[in-house]
């Protein structure tokens, strides 16, 4: 069985002292929820880490960061590395958002490279994979989703594989208010659960979590939960309120598969 995992990626967003209000809103709204049964993630900035993770200890939320660098340390002005990302208190890092591969020049090579270095902090990497719109309205759909996932993947065994949640985020609904539809969703998993077949081995695929994201909402989540390949969400604008991320995530807790 893939447990449910739940993440909020603030991008851009929140102050320490508002990060902090969202964070201890969260808490307060999710405290019955038991950490067995659902992971909850959120993503603040990288300034507000180190507080919201005073917030957040001894709940049920885990905490993520939404990039990190490759190396441990050294002359690299500006970069945040994953052992870094731990000290704060992150037990996860998203990489390779389509954000940051349109605005930040991030490429299969470096989200590669990225992923194990989360790997070898022993955090877990989300992997963000997806298509544009102008790729999908040329049939590319399958062949960009290839491309992110064995490009990303490239030489990690079975038992690293394991350990990565992918984020399936089409970029035509992130932030457009424009959701896949469930049946648009569940295509795209079942094509990238079949690609970790090929690549792994069934087995592994079937334990390999997939999220979706791109305008999740609490009046969506419940039907794209129910298709039968997603995994979780990581989600946007709806993950930067209280009541929004506590509504999604207590609807997605209720969901058994
Ligand atoms: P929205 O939920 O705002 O569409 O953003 C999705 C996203 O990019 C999450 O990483």
């Not at 929140?14 to 950490?35: H, M, S, W, Y």
């Not at 394991?162 to 208010?177: C, D, H, N, R, S």
């Not at 469930?182 to 295509?187: G, H, K, L, T, V």
Request: charged residues 25%; glycine residues 8%; proline residues 3%.
């Amino acid at each position: 069985m893939r447990k449910t995992i739940i993440a909020g990626n603030w991008k851009l967003y929140k102050t320490i002292p508002e990060a902090i209000e969202l964070a201890n809103g969260l808490k307060r709204e999710l405290f019955q929820l038991d950490a067995q049964d659902i992971e909850i993630v959120i993503c603040p900035v990288y300034t507000a880490l180190t507080e919201v993770f005073e917030v957040i200890q001894n709940s049920a939320i885990g905490m993520g960061a939404q990039d990190a660098y490759w190396q441990d340390e050294g002359a690299f002005t500006g970069e945040v590395s994953c052992k870094m990302l731990k000290d704060a208190g992150c037990t996860y890092v998203i990489i390779g958002h389509s954000e940051r591969r349109q605005f930040f020049g991030e490429t299969n090579e470096t989200v590669n490279k990225k992923v194990k270095a989360v790997l070898a902090a022993g955090l877990t990497p989300i992997m963000c994979v997806g298509e544009t719109l102008a790729e999908r309205e040329a049939n590319k759909t399958f062949a960009v989703l290839e491309d992110h996932v064995a490009g990303g993947l490239k030489g990690f065994s079975a038992e690293d594989a394991v350990k990565i949640v992918i984020a399936y985020e089409p970029v035509w609904a992130i932030g457009t208010g424009k959701t896949a539809t469930p049946a648009q969703a569940q295509e795209a998993h079942a094509y990238i659960r079949g690609l970790l077949a090929k690549l792994y081995s069934k087995e592994v695929a079937a334990k390999m979590r997939i999220q979706y994201g791109g305008s999740v909402k609490p009046d969506n989540i419940e039907e794209l939960m129910h298709q039968p390949d997603v995994d979780g969400a990581l989600v946007g604008g709806a993950s930067l309120k209280v009541d929004s991320f506590a509504d999604i995530v207590k609807k997605a807790a209720k969901i058994r598969k």
